[in-house]
């Protein structure tokens, strides 16, 4: 990646599937007003540039897909990796809220090795920016619990998520087959 121009190989893909997705929903039966990008670690850093800097196109229009919006509707980071700066306190120069950066659901543990401070900064900067957003910070757990069921209270992040889905208006309650 060249920060300085804040464009990587990892951008396009992410901006192209972005619209790739919305412009199929109808064909796959999606809402295209309810399409997402999830990441972990540093996923979580390529999901957040994507709904950071949606609104600057990372590559020419190469067809019709390329008419389609690339700002993900809403984002879930689990243990964002790369969001801040050396002093934990500021984001990364390459992550640019603002207001129309979409709703975002962030999980991390304390005792992650990439520290917690990476998911609070970028919270603490949308809501400064008046974006939705919802943060959970549970003491432990670590680094690459991802999906599987543990023991520690960190696994059951899946079940606040659906929670979060459904009071977004993003996802139907459970037992409800809708899209």
């Known amino acids: 990646c060249d920060w300085s121009s804040d464009v990587c190989s990892s951008d396009l893909d992410a901006q192209r599937a972005m619209r790739l997705v919305r412009s199929r929903a109808a064909e796959?039966?999606?809402?295209?007003?309810?399409?997402?990008?999830l990441g972990f670690s540093a996923g979580g850093h390529l999901a957040t540039l994507t709904s950071t800097q949606w609104a600057a196109a990372s590559y020419e229009a190469q067809d019709d897909v390329d008419r389609a919006s690339s700002r993900p509707d809403f984002t879930i980071l689990v243990y964002p990796a790369y969001l801040v700066d050396a002093s934990k306190e500021k984001l990364a120069p390459e992550i640019k809220v603002s207001r129309d950066t979409p709703t975002m659901f962030m999980v991390h543990a304390g005792d992650d090795p990439i520290p917690?401070?990476?998911?609070?900064?970028?919270?603490q900067a949308l809501k400064k920016n008046g974006v939705p957003a919802e943060i959970h910070i549970y003491p432990s757990g670590g680094h690459g619990y991802g999906l599987r069921k543990t023991d520690k209270p960190v696994t059951r992040w899946t079940d606040r998520c659906e929670e979060w889905l459904v009071q977004q208006g993003l996802r139907s309650a459970k037992g409800d087959d809708a899209r």
Do not use: F, R
């Open 116 to 123: 917690a401070e990476c998911s609070l900064v970028l919270y």
């Open 28 to 37: 796959w039966k999606l809402d295209p007003k309810k399409i997402g990008i």
